[in-house]
């Protein structure tokens, strides 16, 4: 029986990386990606080469900010923090997603 795949959605890797950004404050790769999938019960787990192209997309498109910083084991790294453009997309994002998910719960129940 195949493995189950729990790789985050191309669509909504955006979107859980504002919302940790805007739950958690300035955050770096590693750690976003220890909390995606911590908070979900390690059932999504995003990938260091879906997760650094996305966040240099969604520095590009002005929704979150980088900065070199220090990390707690003395290492450099780049800390992101989400901006105005950014809370206003992951409020789109979320809107979408909602609107994705009552449209398959639709499907599912009619069926």
Not at 6 to 29: C, F, K, P, S
Not at 52 to 66: D, F
């Amino acid at each position: 029986m195949p493995r189950p795949k729990n790789d985050v959605l191309q669509g909504t890797l955006a979107m859980l990386v504002l919302r940790t950004l805007a739950d958690r404050g300035a955050q770096h790769g590693y750690a976003m990606t220890q909390h995606i999938q911590s908070s979900s019960a390690e059932l999504l787990r995003v990938e260091e080469g879906s997760l650094y192209p996305a966040l240099h997309r969604m520095e590009q498109e002005g929704w979150i900010r980088g900065k070199w910083g220090t990390t707690d084991k003395n290492r450099q790294a780049r800390f992101y923090t989400i901006t105005a453009a950014g809370r206003k997309q992951l409020a789109a994002e979320q809107e979408s997603w909602a609107r994705l998910i009552e449209g398959v719960g639709r499907v599912l129940r009619f069926a």
